[in-house]
């Protein structure tokens, strides 16, 4: 096989992302079904409002922090399409991440490449930017998180951590593994933690999942009894006042519409509307019905549970971690829509080197169970939503089994990975460590 650079596959990718965002002009003016997304037209539109000095919480269903409309302002007078070439860049910025984090942690080239491919080139996320949808802004940001990390840029992490959750609140989900992350098992009193390089991953059996044995969290009893070390505090803080002071000047100019649309509508929603989420159904049966406190919780247990455990077995893994933390939020979510699926295949690229799972069986059974159960779904919703078919139970069914098949995907994923942490133990006595820090 020819050897491919990650120059030639990165230009070729961005001339790609440049045809597809002037072929999707040329659909929305001569096609009836358009390639924008819909939600760039409400970007659009709070974009504009914004630039005439009024509330882009004056347009109905926009939902993000006035930020998101501040950047695309330039839609009013520049060009109306700016915004899917700052989404797209972020795309493609997405892309460069992914592969300074695979170089820093010593993975060879070919492998950076390949890997970094199946962000570049995959339908799901090179069509999500062109067609105007913010999410490559939040998993650029997420990425630079974990740069930061590793480069031990604690500060900048904590701002850019703050941000991000202003801007879309589900990465609160990474706050926990970071903290652990922090503690005195890899971090001692002024010195830069010793990354694990990717050549050492199957040199250390006690890293083998296989082996029941083992403790994949180590010393998590320090956390407990050391819970406060500077490192830790400075990242709360930071990112803690940094998200505060975005959201208070948000409140202080937009009042209430802010706090409600951007903020506790995520926090509260029940949509009716079909999606791929299991609850779905029961919503829908019982909307005009006010959920009680009781029915809110058992629907957000599960969700809750997995996080912890996740966190608690693979937090020192960190990339593998946050990937896993996202896929199961979205699977477990109350909501789900196709565009969530962006928040893991932009960490997906970072965990295959880690993986032993072969395309050929394994792999292609996880990508087409995945797949087919989505493709299922979408028929029974092709036949609700185009048809007007009643077959709202068999597109619960339906939910069901791309539940199953999520959860099929996470198990073999687990099964399949060399826990490898992200950084080397600390040497000293870890007691020691503690009264330092």
Partial sequence: ???????????????????????????????????????????????????????????????????????????????????????????????????????????????????????????????????????????????????????????????????????????????????????????????????????????????????????????????FTSMITWRRVVFGIISGSTFFILTGLCFYLYGWDFLNEALLYHLTRTDPRHNFSIYFYHIYLHYEHEFSILEKLISFLPQFTVQLVLIFRFAFDLPFCLFLQTLAFVAFNKVITAQYFVW?????????????MKLKWKGVACISFWIGAQTHWLMWGYLLEFRGKNVFFQLWMASLLFMAANTFVIVNIIHSHVYCPLFKQCQANPSKAMKDD
């Fill in 344 to 356: 893991f295949f932009c960490l997906l690229p970072l965990i295959m080197p880690w993986s032993s």
């Fill in 1 to 223: 096989m020819p050897k491919i650079s990650f120059q030639s596959l990165f230009l070729f990718s961005a001339l790609f992302r440049l045809f597809l965002i002037l072929y999707g002009e040329w659909q929305d003016a001569h096609m009836e079904v358009r390639y924008t997304d819909v939600d760039y037209f409400v970007f659009s539109d709070a974009a504009t409002l914004m630039a005439s000095g009024k509330s882009p919480y004056e347009r109905s269903t926009y939902r993000y922090s006035p930020l998101i409309a501040f950047l695309l302002m330039p839609n009013s007078f520049l060009h109306q399409s700016w915004g899917k070439f700052l989404f797209s860049a972020s795309d493609l910025l997405v892309g460069l991440l992914i592969y300074r984090i695979l170089k820093l942690r010593g993975v060879p080239e070919k492998l950076c490449t390949y890997s970094t491919m199946i962000w570049l080139f995959n339908p799901f996320t090179f069509t999500i930017g062109t067609r105007g949808n913010c999410e490559p802004i939040i998993c650029s940001m997420i990425l630079w998180i974990l740069i930061c990390l590793i480069n031990d840029h604690m500060l900048q992490a904590a701002f850019w951590y703050g941000l991000v959750v202003h801007l879309r609140i589900y990465p609160i989900i990474y706050a926990l593994p970071i903290i652990l992350l922090l503690g005195p098992v890899h971090f001692q009193p002024g010195k830069k933690p010793t990354l694990v390089d990717w050549s050492s991953r199957t040199s250390e059996s006690s890293w083998d999942l296989s082996n029941p044995k083992i403790t994949i969290l180590p010393n998590i009893w320090n956390f």
